[in-house]
């Protein structure tokens, strides 16, 4: 995963943070897809703002699967 491109999720409430955490454990690896089809289904319905949120919990999901530090480390 070239982490130099990813984007890093912008905000998320404790509730994002709790869904992440439910679709890695029930997921595993595919967690990151699972919320990508979520995202989608919320376009193709014309609900953007779900959609918004799916996109950010699957940044999120990504950014919690790193095996490495993304960022500034102080």
């Known amino acids: 995963m070239d982490t130099h491109h990813m984007h890093m999720p912008l905000y998320v409430e404790n509730r ?5 955490q439910e679709l890695m454990s029930k ?3 595919e967690a990151g897809l699972e919320a990508a089809e979520r995202a989608e289904h919320s376009r193709n319905i014309g609900n953007h703002i779900q959609f918004a949120r799916w ?3 699957e940044r999120l999901i990504m950014t919690l699967s790193l095996k490495t530090v993304a960022g500034t480390i102080h």
């Open 55 to 57: 996109r950010q919990i």
């Open 16 to 20: 994002d943070v709790n869904e992440a």
């Open 27 to 29: 997921y595993g690896q």
